[in-house]
């Protein structure tokens, strides 16, 4: 069964330095997804994707975060200086269409010193 | 804008005995709504999802939900646990956000199976 793949499982970094996570979502899969889960919080919605443009951010995605589809299967998102506060488990998800069944890969732990 | 409250961080129950995910959401418009189970050291996977269609939708694993919309809720039962159903469940209301496909999650019902 086809399914999300995101690495790494758990990302070390110092605040202020650039981490890239990466996913890559089901192939014939055309709209992305990237969602945050902060320790002992709700899982929160990021940013959506769809053919090479966001069509949606939420407020937590100021100008430090950066979502990009380098070729026909990674996604990546980028937060280019690391703040504390970033440190969470970050979902990436995809979907074949709008039905909203969101296909969630296994998440990246990010943890920033 | 619309929203999920799961009346439960932690249920506890006997194997073999019934499960009940308590969940309430508001939207301002026709939800989609779903419940997904995450568990330890792995993606969320989806349960279920309802859809305009069937008020009982039934899942994965034995699990059913049941949608009404005059309590806003969206409860999610299962007949008889299993120890295999040790995990974090989350209720998830679909459809909002400008673009339509936004997710928004509760907070969260962390399930323990005792044998």
């Known amino acids: 069964e086809p399914e999300v793949t995101q690495t790494p499982s758990h990302q070390v970094t110092q605040m202020g330095q650039e981490v890239i996570l990466r996913c890559v979502p089901i192939?014939?899969?055309?709209?992305f997804y990237w969602y945050r889960q902060i320790l002992g919080q709700k899982v929160e919605f990021l940013v959506s994707?769809?053919?090479?443009?966001?069509?949606?951010k939420s407020e937590i995605f100021d100008d430090q975060f950066s979502v990009e589809r380098p070729d026909g299967s990674n996604f990546t998102l980028k937060i280019r200086s690391t703040k504390l506060e970033d440190s969470a488990m970050y979902f990436c998800a995809s979907t074949r269409d709008r039905s909203y069944e969101q296909y969630f890969g296994p998440g990246t732990r990010l943890t920033v010193t | 804008a619309q929203s999920v409250t799961q009346l439960d961080s932690h249920v506890s129950v006997s194997e073999g005995t019934p499960v009940l995910l308590r969940c309430n959401y508001s939207s301002s418009y026709s939800p989609s709504l779903f419940w997904y189970v995450q568990h330890p050291n792995k993606g969320l996977q989806l349960l279920l999802k309802?859809?305009?269609?069937?008020?009982l939708v039934k899942g994965i694993n034995g699990f059913e939900a049941e949608f009404k919309k005059s309590e806003t809720s969206f409860h999610l039962t299962k007949p008889s646990a299993h120890m295999s159903d040790a995990a974090e469940y989350f209720c998830v209301v679909g459809g909002g956000g400008a673009a339509g496909n936004k997710l928004t999650f509760g907070g969260g019902t962390r399930v323990l199976v005792k044998p």
């Open positions: 994707f769809y053919n090479n443009e966001i069509s949606e």
């Open positions: 192939s014939n899969h055309l709209y």
């Open positions: 309802y859809t305009s269609a069937a008020t």
